[in-house]
């Protein structure tokens, strides 16, 4: 099971970084996430260069894809090319976004009907097309999750980890990854955000 971590220039590293990290210590069980990139090496918001780990093409056949955030975010919807690489399906894929990702997401028509997280700056830009936002950190319906506020991250991979792996899996990655003498609550506010933001597929 394979997870893309689409990642642009201009990413935010706390967006890519937790989710592909969190996802990562599952590799044991089959489930693996990449850096995905639209050019060998992309630039983070703070000047980090990263090699991405799987060009865009791999969007087509990973398993879920995530879809960072980041500065040029609407740099990105307004280039039909780039947009055009990603060739998702919901039907088969997860698909989820973090932060401005809501407005990969909706450009892509794949939020039609349905409302978002995103975060706080984003938002206007994400209503602008339409676009419901909620005030709350995650939500998704079906195969479709968005996640709102950077640290939101951990939500978005223990979805993909619990929908992959089951629950018991997120739990001992959040677990994990929780600062010590913070486990137990840092597991059930994981789990709490992601139980409270899903619904059935419509």
């Not at 780990?53 to 975010?73: C, H, N, W, Y």
């Not at 709490?192 to 059935?200: E, F, N, S, W, Y």
């Amino acid at each position: 099971m394979q997870v893309a971590v689409v990642t642009f220039d201009g990413f935010n590293e706390l967006d890519s970084f937790i989710a592909s990290a969190l996802i990562n210590r599952c590799r044991k069980d089959g489930l693996e996430a990449f850096i995905t990139t639209p050019a060998p090496v992309v630039t983070s918001m703070n000047g980090v260069e990263v090699t991405g780990q799987r060009p865009m093409e791999f969007v087509t056949e990973a398993d879920a894809v995530l879809i960072g955030s980041g500065v040029k975010t609407r740099d990105v919807v307004a280039d039909d090319r780039l947009l055009s690489m990603l060739s998702l399906d919901p039907a088969r894929q997860l698909i989820g976004s973090q932060c401005s990702g809501a407005l990969v997401l909706a450009r892509l028509g794949l939020l039609d009907g349905m409302p978002a997280c995103t975060d706080l700056k984003s938002r206007p830009f994400v209503e602008a097309l339409d676009v419901t936002v909620l005030d709350a950190p995650f939500h998704a319906e079906g195969n479709i999750a968005t996640a709102g506020g950077c640290l939101a991250s951990q939500y978005l991979a223990a979805w993909v980890i619990t929908r992959m792996l089951g629950e018991d899996a997120a739990h001992d990655v959040i677990g994990y990854v929780a600062p010590v003498g913070e486990n137990q609550e840092t597991v059930e506010r994981a789990m709490r955000a992601t139980h409270a933001g899903r619904l059935v597929q419509r």
